[in-house]
């Protein structure tokens, strides 16, 4: 079930941000987002919180100095998504511009599953390094850092995720969720706390005179590009901190100051990154990074982000295309499969839905859950078989359901289902016995009924109000792209009611919309949907801007309708005369 609700705008806060100089549509999709004055507007990095207050910063960066001074060999510890992608790249770059010898290593998903295994430590020890350095994972490896121990390599772990209930034997962790930290904004992506820790260090060196000696310091400023990839890809909640790091990074991309290999995933995209927005980053640069890690190795990502010859970057983003390319047919083809297992059940009789196909391709079923979601508004977890026999599983929820922990209650009810699991209240990841599946199925729904209301499982579709006749405008339009949209700061949804006045199928799997309102005709699309439209509709939509052949116009991208009764008869009227 879905219904649309209008976001709450304080009156108060849209006036006070108004007389600050804001245009008064911003005013009003600001402040229903709990922005009360432009102080929470800022996007300088002077209004950053300090390193200073994230525990053990500095702690690890005295350790990262003196191993850099000892000319200690270093190795990195990536994970497979664009943020360990991202991560790597802000460590290697960062670390390297201070003088450290260091190189990465990046488990292969499908060989050696998630984080700091022993099974990677030991692949690690082949290279002989001094230190390991986990970034976007390593706070649940506790077997990990006990066999690094053991093998006498010390362990520095960087990561963002919630813990378990021991922490890893390491050094030192940075992580903003670790027990006792009062870092302010616990959503830093691994980026994030990797960019950090390179803020301590440089800290650290000027303390010790190193710059005086040496010449310049490093500009970690150059660093951003990767920061915001990172933090806007994880899909972290977007606090005023984050909002910062992504905007800064942002500005940097638009002025054309990216790294080769963000520029190239770019332009093979055939986007203008004079205008990049947070979407072209979550939606079109994150997925073909990510593509190397669902289907191959993400150290073909990882050296994307590495390199500094045009040429060469844009060679790997041509072949990290033609991975999403593939992934992209993969994942209709799972998708296609996971509907027709569920044509004899309906979704909405249960609070979850927990699916398998031996036919699925593990670095896909992520994906596939995050769709299945969308769709029916449940918490979903999709297994593949993995190289071992084991199930894992991918897990993604809906507000009202705390993913790990609902995972946490189900392994101390049932101690012998799950082999491992980690996460975050919206995505987690588990491995599980093939033999216990259908077991799972039913423990997993049991805690989501207990958890879950009827209200919980109503998708609320949050608009920002209707629009006036005025706002319809490409100015508008470009203006809404500007600052950065993501998690807990959505971009701006608007609903009104339209008369549908043409309607036509594109690419064969797009609806390609006239709408009339405001005695105005509209252009508008209803992505991934060929469903036909009632005459008159009640939308939800978003304002973009459509290039095409040189032209910009304004479009609407329709993300929710529903037909409005003719007062007439009370009957629906038909579609459109071409409608499809």
Known sequence: MQKMSQRNAPEGDIQRLAESGIALLLARIYAARGISDLTQLETGLASLHSFSLLKNAPKMAALLADAIAQNKKLLIVADYDCDGATACAVGLRGLRAFGGRVDFIVPNRFEYGYGLTPEIVRLAAESKPDILITVDNGISSV????EANRLGIQVLVTDHHLPGDALPDALCIVNPNQPGCKFPSKNLAGVGVMFYVLLALRAEFRSRGAFVAGGGEPNLGNLLDLVALGTIADVVKLDKNNRILAQQGLLRIRAGRACAGINALLQIAKKDYTKVSSYELGFVVGPRLNAAGRLEDMSLGIDCLLSDDPTAASKIAEKLDVLNRERRSIEADMQEAALA??????????????MFDETWHQGVIGILA??????????????????TGELKGSGRSIPGLHLRDALDLLSKRHPHLLQKFGGHAMAAGLSIKEEHFAEFQSAFESIAHSLLSPADLTRIIETDGELNASDFSLDIARSLDQPVWGQGFPQPLFEGEFTV????????????????????????????????????IHAAYKLAVNEYNGKSTLQLLIEHWESIPSTDSGQTLRPAQDAV
């Open 143 to 146: 077997e990990g850092v006990d």
């Open 341 to 354: 297992a569920l044509d004899n059940i309906n979704p909405a009789e249960s609070s979850s839905l927990a």
């Open 370 to 387: 995050s769709r299945l979601k969308d769709k029916f508004h449940r918490p979903v977890i999709a297994f593949a078989r993995a190289q």
């Open 501 to 536: 006045e043409n309607q036509r199928v594109v690419g064969e799997k797009h609806l390609k919309l006239k709408l009339g309102s405001h005695q105005a005709s509209f252009d508008a699309i209803r992505f991934f949907s060929t469903d036909p439209m009632p005459r008159r």
